[in-house]
């Protein structure tokens, strides 16, 4: 909702790729959810990611200069990082 909310507004896909796990072959399916707990705080939706634990890294591709542009400060949250690789 206040890093990246153009999954929510309208639905924008971004490949998500869990780092910490990135040798390990996907083998569950996940609902990736962002940190505000709000019906449509949502990253991605049934993605096949390998098994994923607290504190796991994960990229979340693509989102370049428009995401952070849209980025705020909603419920006094400090937008994610961006990190160019």
Excluded: Q, W
Excluded at 12 to 40: F, K, M, Q, W
Aim: proline letters at 6%; aromatic letters at 8%; a negative charge.
């Amino acid at each position: 909702m206040n890093s990246l909310i153009r999954p929510a507004l309208y639905g924008a896909h971004h490949d998500i790729v869990n780092l910490t796990r990135a040798d390990e072959a996907p083998n569950e399916v996940y609902n990736v959810v962002g940190p505000i707990c709000e019906s449509a705080d949502y990253l991605g939706h049934e993605r096949l990611l390998p098994a994923t634990k607290e504190g796991d890294v994960l990229l979340i591709a693509n989102t370049g200069a428009y995401g952070y542009a849209m980025s705020s400060h909603y419920n006094l949250r400090e937008p994610a990082r961006e990190v160019i690789i």
